[in-house]
């Protein structure tokens, strides 16, 4: 069970979803996270891809968030994260679709642009390297870029997994360790 930890929703309790790739960041990540986009998440659009049990997403609604589109392939996980959503009666303020995140760039155009993003990608999609470690750079990279101007963009990797060449594509990316995850965010104006 995780815990949402602040706003409208604060202390409700959300199920996570029995999925081998499902990892939910540690509550005291997520308030890390959450406190650093406290200037923007009132009213925003928030991008939730690798969604999971949704807590990102709904935690940002329970602070303020308007409305977020949540993005997810398994079958598991997606059933979950609407039951969640429906057990917190915000089924109208988020957008709860099966869909392979590597090929959203190409469906994005009816959406409403992000003003925060959250990627959270499965670890091995990082430590196995190679060609889907690359895509998975390029799609965050690219869905960064097209951020509101306001906006942050957060993404949640294995600890200092990122190369120098990575961080070099989105100069003013930040690292926040925590415990063997390391949160990054990336503002447009940085």
């Not at 070099?168 to 990054?184: C, K, M």
Request: with cysteine; glycine share 8%.
């Amino acid at each position: 069970m995780l815990r949402i930890t602040a706003g409208e929703h604060r202390g409700r309790k959300l199920k996570v979803p029995r999925v081998s790739a499902t990892r939910p960041l540690t509550e005291r990540a997520r308030e890390g996270v959450m406190s650093h986009l406290q200037s923007i998440i009132l009213d925003a659009v928030v991008w939730d891809l690798y969604a999971g049990s949704g807590i990102l997403g709904l935690e940002a609604l329970s602070r303020g968030a308007a409305e977020v589109i949540a993005l997810e392939w398994s079958h598991k996980a997606v059933a979950q994260l609407r039951e969640n959503a429906a057990s917190l009666g915000v089924e109208g303020q988020i957008q709860v679709r099966r869909a392979d995140v590597l090929a959203f760039p190409k469906t994005w155009k009816q959406d409403p642009r992000p003003d925060i993003l959250f990627f959270d990608p499965p670890y091995a999609d990082f430590t196995q390297g190679g060609a889907q470690r690359e895509k998975v750079w390029s799609v965050f990279c690219e869905t960064a870029r097209h951020l509101n101007d306001h906006g942050c963009a957060v993404i949640h990797t294995p600890r200092g997994e990122l190369t120098a060449d990575e961080v070099a594509e989105l100069p003013g990316l930040v690292q926040r360790d925590y415990s063997n995850a390391s949160i990054w965010w990336w503002h447009p104006s940085s």
